[in-house]
Each structure stands twice: as structure tokens, then as C-alpha cells.
């Protein structure tokens, strides 16, 4: 099964990327597995920017408390590499928790990758996408 991500929505995370760039820019996706609908920027507080990324705890932790009180429902991240390989890396795994979250991973393309307990460094699956 596959996932839809409008090419505006896509667009607009592409175009956070490359403002952020060198660095790795990162933030939050919406919706439900089947339909990313919605996403937002949040600062990478990783000591190394420019290698790693670490979602802010404060865009995090709103996010949470609002899908708890019926806000749209947190489905995932999103990160550059500015590489360019969209591939999670050896960090990325290890960072990772087998929750099923998505991981949308924009390089010099973008691919989506679902966290979970087997694939690539032990916990990524591929999985495709559609882009409307």
C-alpha cells in the first residue's frame, strides 16, 4: 500500500529544505498513512546541523497535545539530506522507533520510508508514493 503527498505540499517542504540547506531541515507530517494532508518546519536542535537533525521538543511536544484535543493527526517526519542520498542513514535508524511513523526523506529526490522492526538498518521499509 502507498501514500499520496500533494506536489504543493512536497513543494513547500522542498523549498524549506533549501532555505535551511546546508544544513538538515526537518519537521513534522500530518494526515494518515494512505494521505500526507498537511506538515510544518520545526528547528533542528542537533548539535551538528549540518550531519544530524533533531526536531525541536517544544514543535514536537504542540503537536502532540493538539491531535490529543482533535488537531490533525501526527503521522510522521520529515528531513533533507543534503547529500542528496534520500536514503536513511546508520543516525537515522538508530534515532528511529519502530512505531510505524513515516519518514519522508528529501535529497536530490525524496523518498518515504515507514519506521518499523525490520528493513534497512533494521527498521526502515520503502514505501511508495504518489504524488498528486
Known sequence: ????????????IRQESA????EEACGLLFGTTAQIDG??????VAEQ???RFEIDPATLFAALRAERTGGAALIGYWHSHPSGDPT?????????????????????????????????HGRFEEVPIEID
Open 39 to 44: 506538515w510544518t518546519p520545526a528547528r533542528n
Open 1 to 12: 500500500m502507498g501514500c499520496r503527498i500533494s506536489r504543493s505540499l512536497l513543494d513547500a
Open 88 to 120: 536513511p542513514s546508520r543516525t537515522d535508524g538508530a534515532m528511529a522507533q519502530p512505531d510505524g511513523k513515516l519518514w519522508l526523506i528529501l535529497g536530490s529526490e525524496f523518498r518515504l520510508w515507514q519506521a518499523g522492526k525490520a528493513g534497512l
Open 49 to 51: 546541523p549540518e550531519r
Open 19 to 22: 532555505i535551511v540547506a546546508p
